[in-house]
């Protein structure tokens, strides 16, 4: 799977999925432009890049504020020509979020805001980019509990997922026709930070474990292979799909403890 000669553009790039995902896809010839909230964090994904011998430069970006998505893709075309592949990885999983009743209406909106419009605007801004490239591979990072009910409550996290996996569909549609391709990417549990966080206690992880039939949490670079698949040419006949990396999590019928 070669990224030769292409450009792309990796939200939530300063860790976790994103910057494997960075690492990846410079290890498979694509130059990174790596996006986050946290510059700071952007740049040490372009030294790590850098250091393994790629090409990368970093922008920060607020994926929920229309002139920063702008700015990003800008930022790749100025940069490096063109704009091939928009992986569109950024998200939050608030720690306060819960069941309907007890989760705050600020914890609903700001995760909307993120993890749903900031999807949105990134092929807002994205789409006439790889339009101008004469077509690319638009990769969105959804989840597994987009599929199934979580059995941990994380009601504003799981509604914007679904909302990933409508727009990635819907997307797919439209622009199929044009060579962009738009898949959506849903991994299973991760032992990342972001959901370490959340599952902040042995009894929430154990809750979690006991539903995946390989018995453990994912990895982000297991998901940056996932990712490195979809926006290469490798799946060229691909498009529309929820794409699924989950350790079986949503093939098993499991009894909660």
């Known amino acids: 799977m070669r990224l030769d000669d292409k450009v792309a553009l990796i939200t939530g790039a300063g860790s ?30 372009v030294a790590a890049v850098e250091a ?4 990368a430069s970093a922008v920060r970006a607020d994926v929920a504020r229309a002139e920063d998505c702008q700015a990003m893709v800008a930022h790749a075309e100025a940069t490096y020509g063109r704009l ?32 749903a419009k900031g ?31 979580a059995a941990t409550p994380q009601i504003a996290y799981t509604a914007s997922k679904g909302a990933v996996l409508a ?30 966080k959340f599952l902040d206690t042995e009894a929430k992880k154990q809750r979690r474990l006991v539903h995946v039939p390989m018995g453990r949490f994912g990895e982000a670079r297991e998901m940056a292979q996932a990712a490195l698949y979809l926006a290469s040419d490798a799946s060229s006949y691909v ?6 990396v989950d ?10 403890e």
């Open 167 to 196: 727009l990635t569909r819907e997307l797919a549609v439209v622009h199929a026709r044009e060579g962009i391709r738009v898949n959506a990417l849903c991994p299973g549990p991760l032992r990342t930070e972001l959901l370490m």
């Open 16 to 45: 976790g999925i994103g910057r494997e995902s960075a690492l990846a896809f410079a290890a498979a010839g694509a130059a990174v432009v790596a996006a986050d909230v946290r510059e700071e964090a952007a740049r040490e994904t």
């Open 84 to 115: 091939d592949v928009l992986f569109n990885n950024a998200g939050i999983m608030d720690g306060r979020d819960d069941d309907a009743v007890s989760t705050e209406e600020d914890v609903w909106d700001l995760t909307m805001a993120i993890n």
């Open 247 to 256: 350790g079986g999590i949503t093939a098993a019928y499991v009894t909660p």
């Open 239 to 244: 498009t529309g799909t929820e794409f699924v």
């Open 119 to 149: 999807v949105f605007l990134g092929c807002k801004y994205g789409i006439p980019a790889l339009r101008r490239a004469g077509g690319g591979s638009i990769i969105n990072t959804a989840s597994f509990v987009a599929l199934v009910g």
């Open 52 to 55: 393994a011998g790629g090409r």
